[in-house]
């Protein structure tokens, strides 16, 4: 038995002025094989289907890859709305540039000073002083340890995301490579004494294993092939939600101590705002999702991200 669907676009035109016909059976995934059948252009990763929305509601709910259009009450002439996410990318591609960009960036100014600080005479590399020398130390382990979270640690929820976030993405971390590395190496750059340097970049490391158990735990928690949220637990994640930005957060922090410089503190700061905006939203995710009703479990009592402030 087979189902027509009527699909608009969400200003109302008809996307597919025939409809589009399926098996009753039909899944979600199998319905986007089928879209990119009838309009090549669009291939699965680049749609996003929702239903009509109900009273009260701005947008309909979203058709999720895996389940059956019948549960979502689906039968002929049924409506849906289509919506083009445009062109899309990996995270992997994206991440690996953004991630990759930093550890060309700051060592130029480190190993290039004749050239990127042309009026500063006679000024080398073998001039570069202990705390420099640290430092870059820490931000190439910081990134090559990025990029091989990326390809051996990492499981994405979301196969792709918009291409334009690889420019948005690498803007950022490109720019504060450049923008932090122009200080830190400067020729006039005022060392702070060593030993505060020596304990703060030490902190540093230790919040990188931190951040990488997190990472760890993070990628164990769900089984290939299943979806849905699951509580994380063990480790710092029996205190705080998301744990793997405060050890990022108080890495940079000690980083910051350790250089010294206005430049890696606004660098922390900014990293530090965006990350609370994704921790405030993975924390009331978990709370909805685990609101201790009809047999859910309840999600427990933590900090967001900075404890005790956060």
Request: charged fraction near 15%; include cysteine; proline fraction near 6%.
């Amino acid at each position: 038995m087979a189902i027509k669907l009527v699909v608009k676009s969400r200003t109302g035109r008809d996307v597919l002025p025939d409809g589009i016909l399926l098996p009753s059976n039909a899944t979600v995934d199998e319905l986007k094989a089928r879209f990119a059948e009838l309009k090549p252009r669009y291939y699965a990763s680049r749609q996003r289907f929702t239903l009509p929305p109900r009273d009260g509601q701005r947008s309909g709910d979203l058709l999720v890859s895996g389940k059956k259009l019948s549960d979502y009450g689906l039968e002929d002439g049924s409506m849906l709305f289509f919506k083009d996410l445009g062109a899309q990318i990996t995270y992997s591609t994206v991440f690996f540039w953004e991630y990759f960009g930093p550890l060309v960036v700051y060592p130029l100014f480190y190993f290039l000073p004749h050239l990127l600080y042309p009026g500063i005479k006679g000024h080398t590399s073998a001039e570069r002083g202990t705390v420099q020398t640290l430092a870059l130390g820490y931000w190439t382990f910081h990134y090559v340890k990025r990029l091989l979270e990326t390809f051996y640690v990492h499981k994405f929820s979301h196969a792709t995301m918009p291409v334009f976030n690889l420019f948005k993405n690498c803007a950022y971390y490109w720019g504060f490579a450049a923008f932090v590395a122009y200080f830190v190496n400067h020729p006039l750059f005022t060392s702070p004494p060593l030993a505060q340097a020596y304990w703060a970049l030490a902190f540093s490391m230790a919040c990188q294993f931190a951040n990488f158990r997190c990472h760890i735990i993070l990628a164990n928690l769900r089984p290939a092939g299943t979806k849905g949220y699951v509580i994380p637990r063990g480790f710092l994640f029996d205190w705080i939600t998301c744990p793997n930005y405060t050890a990022e957060i108080l890495g940079w922090v000690g980083f910051t101590v350790a250089t010294q410089t206005v430049a890696a503190a606004i660098f922390t700061l900014v990293g530090a705002a965006q990350m609370a905006q994704w921790a405030l939203g993975k924390h009331a995710r978990l709370r909805k999702t685990f609101d201790g009703l009809e047999g859910r479990e309840k999600y427990p009592r933590r900090w967001i991200m900075l404890p005790p402030f956060f």
